[in-house]
């Protein structure tokens, strides 16, 4: 078994020249990056730390962009026996403050020693730094030049063994932080080993990908794995993709891609919002697996998909599934690769009142499932009912997983580890049923909302809208609703007033709330709100304990919605 | 003519992207930067504009910098049309 280090150094040995990727940037032409540049460039960083007296085994936190610093930086953190950790950018719409605030989570969290980002954005860091705070040195990126000749010796990370964590993955938002992933260099590559083999991994395959790397489908699929399996990798970054969708085809073509990873939205997205001018020549024959995952997959979203491109060479067996997490590094299933991924037609009753996914009867309505595929090679994966009984084949329970490859722990919350379990299963939270040895995903047990393939959780979006004057404390609820339009969920806030029923200006001030709950929410997350229901006092439903219920306030919301419309 | 421009944008931002077609967009009310646009629909905006007044934008123009408020985005229109 190998640690990430010793892995590296022998790809540098044997084929220093391969490309390990092409960077593509805006107005400037294709970078690419040998494996010889990539060593180069990371052990750049490695002395960095070194020099700055970082230990191994201590965490470092990366804001940084596409870019190759992002890329050296990460792998020069491991190569010195650190712990990348990698946190987005602020965006333009991000409130600084509320960016702030998360920085200084995350350092409370994870016990930082270090920062790597760029020089304008270091006052904004060292802001976010509190008094006594672990965070030792702030490193700016121009600083750190690429080594000449790499002395293999002087890098501490090969010390590494591989149960020791390689690096940590967090979702964003006060709740998603506290949750930092810890990953081994052992189940990182367990992953890759079992995964390739799905995949059926070629020596000639060359993934493409605008996926950031701060989210386990982008990290993992979109970078780790082509890169530590020498397959090329063609990197563009999610800041350009979303403004520019019609890049990714026109990447496709000229690199020859044979694999991607999408979110369910980025299939009605690509198809609906690309002009024919932009995609003129484009030939996407090359593409093998593009696997829908991160969010629930929506057959639909690959007809339209299909539909939009395949006069362009797309391929239908080309459409693969995968049902992921983080927890798990990645992978758990793969659909599609050595057959077409499988439409189970499941009885809406059997599945809505029954809780089974049986086959509808003759002209009985029907439901069309997406198969994820089988579990990986080194996943089991079983459903079980609220008391953790195991299900049978067709049930629909909660999915259930053991792997070698699973994560050490939620990095210093040992608390949030042991609760994630139950006698040696993982506990994803995720709703479904398993078919003929296949997994389908069909809901969630916990109350989390996946908009575009980011996991928002809802009690941060709720926290922020209720600290809004004339908003009741503790009334508000957020969930997503589903649009067919978009392939995604829709993040709802509804909330209940403070403000007199008698009031005159009782609808403006409706408004005016509704406004600021648009634009705190949309400042203070990763996400943009839309809609907004201010409700009077007494609307929102509670559980028992005096919770707001999301589930059953979004059943009133949707069915008041609907008798309105 | 401006006029005639800044209503069919503005119609469009408040019905099509904001989903709040009775919500007035005020001329000089910051529309990317304050997060009210998000980048999903920068796209469509760009469609729109092309589709309805004949004039393109650049995706590596589809930021804050290029414009940020309902007048720059009638400026910028006017100039290329």
């Known amino acids: ?565 | 003519m401006t006029t005639d421009i800044s209503s069919a944008l503005a119609r469009y931002i408040a019905t099509e992207i904001l989903k709040q077609p009775k919500r007035t967009i005020n001329p000089t009310e910051k529309l990317i930067s304050s997060g009210l646009i998000d980048s999903f629909h920068l796209v469509d905006l760009s469609l729109y504009i092309e589709d309805t007044f004949g004039v393109h934008i650049e995706d590596t123009e589809l930021n804050a910098d290029t414009f940020d408020t309902l007048d720059q985005l009638v400026n910028l229109v006017r100039q290329r049309m």
Request: charged content about 20%.
């Open chain 1, 1 to 565: 078994m190998k640690t990430f280090p010793q892995y590296l150094h022998q790809i540098y040995t044997e084929s220093p020249d391969k490309p390990a990727i092409h960077m593509l940037y805006l107005r400037q032409p294709d970078l690419t990056m040998s494996y010889r540049d990539l060593i180069h460039g990371s052990a750049g960083y490695a002395h960095t730390l070194q020099a700055a007296g970082i230990q191994p085994g201590e965490v470092v936190i990366l804001i940084l962009q596409h870019s190759d610093d992002l890329v050296y930086s990460f792998f020069g953190v491991t190569l010195h026996g650190a712990i990348p950790a990698i946190m987005p950018f602020l965006t333009e719409k991000l409130l600084p403050e509320q960016y702030r605030r998360s920085l200084s989570a995350l350092f409370e969290i994870t016990a930082p020693a270090a920062v790597i980002t760029y020089p304008e954005f270091e006052n904004e860091v060292r802001q976010a730094i509190q008094p006594g705070s672990t965070v030792r040195a702030v490193l700016t990126t121009p600083n750190i030049p690429a080594v000449e000749t790499v002395d293999f010796n002087k890098l501490r990370g090969f010390d590494r063994q591989p149960e020791d964590i390689v690096l940590l993955q967090h979702s964003s938002g006060t709740t998603g932080l506290q949750k930092g992933v810890a990953l081994s260099h052992k189940a990182v590559f367990n992953q890759l080993e079992s995964y390739s083999d799905a995949l059926q991994l070629r020596n000639d395959d060359v993934v493409v990908s605008w996926l950031p790397l701060y989210h386990d489908m982008g990290l993992i699929a979109g970078f780790i794995l082509p890169i530590l399996n020498r397959i090329p990798l063609v990197l563009m970054s999610p800041f350009d993709w979303v403004r520019a969708p019609y890049k990714l085809m026109q990447a496709v073509t000229r690199y020859r891609g044979t694999l991607s990873w999408l979110p369910n939205f980025a299939y009605n997205f690509c198809s609906q919002k690309i002009r024919a001018r932009d995609i003129e020549g484009v030939d996407l024959s090359s593409w093998r697996a593009i696997s829908n995952c991160s969010e629930p997959m929506i057959y639909k979203s690959h007809l339209m998909f299909l539909e939009r491109f395949q006069p362009y060479g797309l391929r239908p067996e080309a459409l693969t599934t995968c049902y992921a997490m983080a927890e798990n590094v990645f992978a758990v299933t793969q659909g599609g690769v050595t057959s077409r991924v499988t439409i189970d037609h499941i009885s809406q009753r059997g599945f809505l009142i029954d809780r089974v996914a049986r086959p509808p009867l003759p002209g009985e309505p029907f439901m069309k499932m997406l198969s994820c595929g089988s579990p990986i090679s080194n996943s089991q994966v079983k459903v079980v009912d609220d008391k953790y009984r195991d299900l049978p084949e067709r049930q629909v329970g909660e999915i259930a997983l053991q792997s070698d490859c699973m994560l050490a722990g939620y990095y210093r919350r040992d608390d949030l580890t042991a609760k994630a379990f139950h006698n040696g299963w993982y506990l994803t939270g995720d709703l479904g049923y398993i078919a003929d040895g296949e997994v389908y995903v069909t809901g969630r047990k916990k109350d989390l909302i996946i908009v575009g393939g980011k996991n928002i959780y809802p009690q941060d979006l709720e926290a922020l809208a209720g600290d809004i004057r004339g908003i009741h404390p503790g009334r508000v609820v957020a969930f997503g609703v589903f649009n067919e339009d978009l392939g995604t969920e829709e993040v709802i806030i509804v909330a209940e007033t403070d403000v007199d029923e008698r009031a005159q200006d009782l609808e403006a001030r409706s408004q005016q709330l509704a406004d600021e709950i648009r634009l705190r929410v949309t400042r203070g997350s990763d996400i943009t709100v839309r809609y907004v229901k201010i409700v009077e006092r007494g609307w929102l439903q509670k559980t028992s304990s005096g919770k707001v219920a999301r589930s059953a306030n979004r059943e009133k919301y949707l069915a008041e919605t609907v008798i309105n419309s």
